[in-house]
């Protein structure tokens, strides 16, 4: 959901690439917007955002020529985060599993060396 | 009990009145006695054991509530002992698992690797390959790392808390210590001791921090091996590489140290902004480089927790860094529960705007440290109370800031974070709640703009 925020404001940003001086103007000042370029304050957030979704529009239109010659495009080769997280998951409830199995030997150890 | 009572105030007053010659027997200037006093406190916390050493690394975070000359000397304080030896150490993993270590591992080295206040750690080779957690699977006779809490580490240490709470009571009643709450101090030690002792939750943190930075194969941490681990042994894989105090061999080994240094602080920027969960006790001991040009994190016995919300606030902060805007530092700090009085906020508001604009070091680059230190301190001297995790994540960010420097002394770590900041800032826009929230003040700015 969060990435889309960032892909329909790129997806905006270059449906009116040649209409919006002003939006041009705060991505070049946010580009240059360094240590010592940036004038501070909340306009200054705004100019590195602007630069920042303006380096995503050009991520889009790669992706964009990318599907139109057939490729697979990066932001699909991705594995799904969900999938991930559950095998993750699985892993971790595993790991738990022979823990407690190597503690229950132990206590089955302790239990025959006290008999 | 009162043995080690009169031990604690014993060796406290020895290193104090050994300190009155370097203070001046109290003619020297201010500075001067508290530096000699406060090495003296360091001296005395290091001979008084685990308890104490961990407690002034407390302490090493709070420049809000201690003076910088204590803070200083607390970050200095050795977590090294000399090694127990290897009997006693056998002791523990015989009591854990019913077996001798050679019976657990395919060999165990008797000469321990490292040694530290609370665990010390010993070679060994695994006995049978392992699928840990995540990642591929460790072959018979990979390198182990096994870390074993000290016998008797964990009793005395409640011990000397259980002792030191009672002393921080009857502190808490003086007038003098009110700007500070001893005893709520002393909890928040407690809690993380507690955690630092059971070493299955290092375990769990390393193989989330292994599963969290899949995706980066510059970035690794010990994988565990669960059927030879309890609370009070964890064995792990062993890590090899160069620390930050051997740098030079490193580079003559190929290591690029400057994309290391940008690689590293840009993965404990994603662990505070993107998880919300990081290493909270990162130090040159804590880290390595390896020959493969990978940074290795060990050691999570300390680690901060962010609930989604403060992550978001704590964000917000540093882009008012990033982008030097002292009235969103001011706002998003509050939400983060630093409460500033209303009398005080033009003062804080003013030295905090020095702050932002004075802290880049002579070469341009920013200085994360002198910004972080200096808030906390602000905060200090104008009576507001910090939150617990606040300063510690000050200090970890500073601390990453010092470990970055070491690799390459002009990264500017405000300008890594920029990326992180505005980002995730970008990405919450659009958060449903947030939209609801914002969008009719959005509109009706819009509005204004438009009939204007």
Redesign the interface.
Known sequence: ??????R??AAWMLTHEVADEGLKAAVLRGDEG???G?S???D??VD??AA??AEEKENLKRDLEARARGEKVSIEAEPDPAF?ELR?EV??L???L??I???LE?LV??AD?GK | MASRRLTIAGTVLRRLIAALPAAGFGLASAHRRRAAFARAWRLAFEDLGPAFIKLGQLISVRPDEFSDELVAEMQSMQDAVPPLPAEAIRAVIRA????EPEELWATFDDVPVASASIAQVHRATLARAY????GTELPTGTALAIKVVRPGAAESIRADVAIARSLAERVARMRFARRFDPVALLDEFASTVDRELDL?QEG?FA??FT?DF?DDPKVVAPR?V?????ARVLTMEFMTGWRLNQLEEARAGGVDCYALAVHGATAFMRQVFVYGRYHADLHPANLFVTPDNTIAYLDFGIVGFLTSEERMNITQVM?AL????P??ALTYSANLGVHVPADRVATVREGLGEL??GT?RPD???DFAHFGLGFLKLLGENNVQIPSGYGLLIKSLATVEGVARALYPEI?I??TA??FT??I???????PARLHERIPAAIRAAMRELVA
């Open positions: 959901m969060t990435d889309d925020v960032m329909f404001f360094g240590a010592d940036m501070g304050g909340p200054a957030f590195g955002l920042m979704v991930e993750f892993g971790e595993r790991g738990r022979d823990n199995e190597s503690l132990t150890r302790r060396a | 854990e698992f019913a077996r699928t840990p957690v995540w299955r769990r193989d989330r599963f899949r565990i669960w059927p030879t681990s309890t882009a990033v982008y030097r805007d009235e969103r932002l604009g880049f341009g680059t920013r500017d405000v300008e920029k990326p505005t980002r800032l970008g990405q919450a826009m659009g958060d």
